[in-house]
C-alpha cells in the first residue's frame, strides 16, 4: 500500500477515507441493488482517489479492512459521519478556513495529522506550514500533558475518598463496639449475675 512512497515517507504518507457513497444498480431480477463504495486519498497527494466496492474490499484487502474502513465504515451506517482521530480541523481556532481547506486535498483532518505530518506534506502546505506544523505539535503536546495531570488529579481525589471512607468506617466501628460494650454488660454486674437474671 505504501511502496510507491520514499522510505523517509512511508511512516507519513498513508490513505484516508475521503467518503462512503451508496449507488444503486440493477440485480439479476431487474430490481435496484444498494451498493456502498469507499474512496480513499493518500495524505499528501492532493487529487489521489482509489474508489472500492465496500463488499469486495473486506474480501479483496483486510488489513486495510479492519484497521482502517471498516470500523469508519459502521460508524457512517450509522450516522452518515466518518469519524476522525483527534481534534478536528473545524474546532481548532488556531487555523484558518483557507489552510482548512488546503489540508482537506492533502487529507489533514484532525490536529494530530498536521503535526505528524512530513516534509513532503509540509512543502504542498506553502506559505505558513511551519508555522500551523508548530501550533498543533505545541497543542497536541499541552494536550498529552492535560489529560496526564487531569488524570494525577482524579487519582488525587479517588485516594483522598478512600481516605474519608476509611476514616468514617473506622468511626462506625468504634461506635458500634461501644454500643455492643454498653448491652453487653451492665456497670456492676458480671457477666455470671446477668445470666442468671436471664434465665
Same mark, same amino acid.
Given at each position: 500500500? *505504501?511502496?510507491?512512497?520514499?522510505?523517509?515517507?512511508?511512516? %507519513?504518507?498513508? $490513505? @484516508?477515507?475521503?467518503?462512503?457513497? +451508496?449507488? !444503486?444498480?440493477?440485480?439479476?431480477?431487474?430490481? #435496484?441493488? /444498494? *451498493?456502498?463504495?469507499?474512496?480513499?486519498?493518500?495524505?499528501?497527494?492532493?487529487?489521489? =482517489?482509489?474508489? !472500492?466496492?465496500?463488499?469486495? #474490499?473486506?474480501?479483496?484487502?483486510?488489513? &486495510? @479492512?479492519?484497521?482502517?474502513?471498516?470500523?469508519?465504515?459502521? =460508524? @457512517?451506517?450509522?450516522?452518515? +459521519?466518518?469519524?476522525?482521530?483527534? *481534534?478536528? $480541523?473545524?474546532? @481548532?481556532?488556531?487555523?484558518?478556513?483557507?489552510?482548512?481547506?488546503?489540508?482537506?486535498?492533502?487529507? &489533514?483532518?484532525?490536529?494530530?495529522?498536521?503535526?505528524?505530518?512530513?516534509?513532503?506534506?509540509? =512543502?504542498?502546505?506553502?506559505?505558513?506550514?511551519?508555522?500551523?506544523?508548530?501550533?498543533?505539535?505545541?497543542? !497536541?503536546?499541552?494536550?498529552?500533558?492535560? /489529560?496526564?495531570?487531569?488524570?494525577?488529579?482524579? =487519582?488525587?481525589? %479517588?485516594?483522598?475518598?478512600?481516605?474519608?471512607? &476509611?476514616?468514617?468506617? +473506622?468511626?462506625?466501628?468504634? %461506635?458500634?463496639?461501644?454500643? %455492643?460494650?454498653?448491652?453487653?454488660?451492665?456497670?456492676?454486674?458480671?457477666?455470671?449475675?446477668?445470666?442468671?437474671? /436471664?434465665?
Amino acid at each position: 500500500m *505504501l511502496m510507491d512512497a520514499k522510505p523517509e515517507d512511508r511512516e %507519513q504518507i498513508a $490513505l @484516508w477515507i475521503q467518503k462512503f457513497k +451508496t449507488e !444503486h444498480k440493477p440485480g439479476p431480477d431487474g430490481n #435496484l441493488i /444498494a *451498493l456502498d463504495r469507499v474512496y480513499l486519498g493518500k495524505k499528501g497527494i492532493a487529487g489521489f =482517489q482509489n474508489v !472500492h466496492e465496500v463488499n469486495r #474490499l473486506k474480501k479483496d484487502n483486510p488489513f &486495510l @479492512w479492519e484497521k482502517l474502513v471498516g470500523p469508519a465504515y459502521e =460508524q @457512517w451506517k450509522k450516522d452518515q +459521519t466518518i469519524p476522525t482521530s483527534g *481534534l478536528a $480541523l473545524e474546532a @481548532w481556532p488556531a487555523i484558518t478556513e483557507g489552510q482548512i481547506e488546503m489540508c482537506r486535498t492533502l487529507g &489533514l483532518r484532525s490536529v494530530e495529522d498536521i503535526a505528524t505530518a512530513s516534509d513532503s506534506i509540509r =512543502q504542498k502546505l506553502g506559505m505558513g506550514a511551519n508555522d500551523l506544523i508548530a501550533k498543533a505539535k505545541a497543542f !497536541h503536546a499541552n494536550k498529552d500533558a492535560s /489529560a496526564t495531570a487531569n488524570k494525577i488529579a482524579t =487519582q488525587d481525589g %479517588q485516594i483522598a475518598q478512600l481516605q474519608a471512607d &476509611l476514616e468514617e468506617a +473506622t468511626r462506625t466501628i468504634a %461506635q458500634l463496639a461501644a454500643a %455492643q460494650g454498653k448491652t453487653a454488660t451492665k456497670p456492676g454486674k458480671g457477666k455470671r449475675q446477668e445470666l442468671d437474671e /436471664a434465665a
